[in-house]
C-alpha cells in the first residue's frame, strides 16, 4: 500500500471484518482491547469501527492523549507562567482551551497575555530569537513522541547561548502509566492497541513487559481503519490459536513500514542528553505515578522554567462532576460521564478530555453518534 485511501479500501475491511467475525466466534469468553492512543480512538469513533466489531469483541479508551493526562495543577501553573509581566508563553494548539481554576490560555490571551500557539519548539525557539527582551516560554506536553523535538530545541538553545528562552516541562512516559492501569485491572483487560507514534520513537520493545509480565498480547498499529481492523483480527489470533492460554502472548508489529524494534535510537540518545525522569508525577485520573515524567536535565537547567520561576506548583483536585480520570483509565465511556454532552461541549469543556483532539470525550462528541446501521453501510 502507498496511498492514504487504499488504507480505508471498503473491500479490504469487509474482508478482514469477516475474518474478525471468524475468530470471534470461537471465543470462549468475551474480549476487551484497550486502545492505549487518541489518535487510535478518534479513527475508530469517526469511521464508526467501534460498531462493526461482534458482541463479544470491546474496544476500551486507554491513557495515550498527552493532553487529557495533564493535572489541573500543572495547568494553572502554565496560566500563572503566562501572566508573568515580560514572558511571552507558546504553547501548541490544543493546550489554549484546557480549563484551569483560573480559565484557559485562550481566556487569558483575550485578556491580555501574550500567549502564542506554535507548531514546533523550534518556532518557540525563533521566537526568543527575535525578542531578545522578552523571557519566552515554551510549554513542553507529550509522550515520548513529541519529547524529541523538545530536546532539540534546548540542545539548540545552549549551542546559541539563548539566554531568554525556558520551557515548562510536562513530558511523561508511556510505560509507567500502563503498569498502574493494569495494577488496577482486575482482568477487565484482554489486550492492547499500542500506540503507534509514541512506537516509533521508543520501539516495540517498550512494550515487551506487557506479554512477558501480564501475558497480555499487544499490537502496535498504524491510525487508518484497515490499520486498526488489522491489529484486532492480530489480538483475536493470539487468543484463537491458544498462543495466550500457553503462556506466550507477545508484542507485535502491524505498523512496520513506520516503527522498529529498536525505535528512533538517536532520538532515544537525545532524550537521555537533555532529559532527566522525575521520581514521580501527576497524572489526571491516575495521581502521581513513580518514574512517570521527564524534567530538565542539571546540564540545562538555565532552560527549566520551573527552576527560573517560583511557580505556585498546588495540586488542584478536578471539578467533581468531571469523569476524565475515569474515561482516560478505561472505566466509563465518555457517553456515561454526567456531564458529556450538556455541560461539557467542546465550545464549554469542564474536562481535558472533551478538549484535546485526541480526547475520547471529544471524539465520541463529534463523531460516535453513528447509528450501528449507518456505520455497517459505510463498508
Known sequence: MKYVDEYRDPVAAKALLRRIEE????????????????????????HGLEHLLPKNV???????????????????????LARQPGVIFTTFGDMMRVPGTGGSLQQAKAQGCDIRFVYSPLDALQIARENPDHEVVFFAVGFETTAPSTAVAL????????????????????????????????????G??????????????AFEFIPREYNLPVVVTGFEPLDILQAVEMLLEQYVSGDVAAGDARVENQYARVVLPEGNVAALALMDKVFVRRETFEWRGLGFIPDSGFAVAPEYEKYDAEKRFHLPNLRVADPPACQCGEVLTGQIKPWQCSVFGTACTPANPVGTCMVSP?????????????????AASLV
Not at 167 to 179: A, G, Q, T, Y
Not at 192 to 205: C, E, N, S
Request: proline share 7%; charged share 20%; with cysteine.
Open 23 to 46: 475468530l470471534a466466534e470461537k471465543l470462549e469468553q468475551p474480549l476487551a482491547f484497550m486502545e492505549i492512543c487518541g489518535g487510535h480512538t478518534h479513527t475508530i469513533y469517526r
Open 58 to 80: 470491546e474496544l476500551i479508551h486507554g491513557p495515550g492523549c498527552p493532553v487529557c493526562v495533564i493535572p489541573l495543577g500543572r495547568v494553572d501553573d502554565a496560566g500563572w
Open 155 to 190: 540542545d539548540r538553545a545552549i549551542k546559541e547561548n539563548l539566554d531568554n528562552f525556558s520551557i515548562f516541562c510536562n513530558h511523561v512516559r508511556i510505560e509507567p502509566p500502563l503498569r498502574a492501569i493494569l495494577g488496577m485491572d482486575q482482568g477487565r483487560i484482554n
Open 192 to 205: 492492547f492497541i499500542g500506540p503507534g507514534h509514541v512506537a516509533t520513537i521508543v520501539g516495540t520493545k
Open 358 to 374: 485526541e480526547g475520547a470525550c471529544a471524539a465520541y462528541y463529534n463523531f460516535g453518534r453513528v447509528d450501528p446501521s449507518v
